[in-house]
């Protein structure tokens, strides 16, 4: 009995060593492949996110080549679950086509869903560079900035209109990229466009190399003051995609003019994200 019970005790304590030290190579892996980021996107600067659900899906691809030809350096895909976000738009499968048709173009992923942490390693995984989330949407939003990051994707928040300053402040110092709402996603509705500047402003002062997006029906009339405030990444829809000049609109939205220049602030090799998008009406819901 006494010769069992020790061969017992050997065997288990085998099993203990080898599950140790296999638990230990796995970190070891994990901690290898998680810590490096994939884009860097340089200094803050103007640039213009076609929103990926303003696109005509049944030429996905030719419509996001134009777009990239025309200078946008950022593709803008907003996932929206039905929850969160009282519509659906689309999931990984439409980001990987986008990763695809533009493999040198960010692709700037919003998580208008429940739980996002539960949804990052499909978006990485479908080729995102930007992974931005909703705060409200999660129980533990820093863990779901760090969730990002280790997935080697630049981590970002969203402020709906509802959403102050103060009340992401803590995590301003985590993210790479703050998303502004003009429009409540999802919902029909007045733009706050002023209550979006004073954020902007706000945003800018915090962090000056912060990269800082504006959605919700960004167009030419609006862009000059939010540039002004602070912005620099402006999320445009239908403005780009119905146009048969995509770049005369780009040229418009972000303009050569100095004084939509004054408050965006250089930060060098910053990595970041950048907006949101929307459902598939162009009016009655603008957050595109």
Known sequence: MAYSKTKTHMFVGALLVVGAAALSATTTKQSATTTKQRVTLGRVRAIVAPSVAKANFLA???????????????????????????????????????????????????????????????FAAAGADAISFHPEATKQPAAVVQRIRDAGVAPGIVLNPGTAVAAVEPLLGLVDLAVVMLVSPGYAG????????????????????????????????????????????????????????????????????????????????????????SPFEDDACPDA
Not at 91 to 110: H, L, N, Q, S, W
Not at 241 to 257: C, M, Q
């Open 190 to 277: 007045p733009k706050y466009t002023e209550l979006a500047v004073e954020k902007v402003k706000a945003l800018r002062a915090l962090r000056p190399d912060l990269h800082i997006s504006v959605d919700g029906g960004v167009n030419a009339k609006l862009a000059p003051e939010l540039l002004r405030a602070g912005a620099n990444v402006l999320v445009a829809g239908g403005a780009i995609f119905k146009a048969d000049d995509k770049k005369a609109v780009v040229a418009d939205l972000i303009g050569n003019a100095p004084h939509k220049f004054q408050n965006i602030q250089a930060a060098d090799n910053n990595s970041g994200p950048g907006g949101a998008a």
């Open 60 to 122: 996905l691809g030719s419509e996001l080549e134009a777009c990239a030809a025309a200078g946008c350096e950022w593709l803008h895909c907003s996932v929206q679950d039905g929850v969160f976000v009282p519509k659906v738009s689309f999931g990984a499968p439409v980001v990987a086509a986008a990763r695809k048709a533009c493999p040198d173009t960010v692709i700037d992923v919003k998580l208008g869903c429940i739980d996002p942490e539960n949804r990052v390693a499909e």
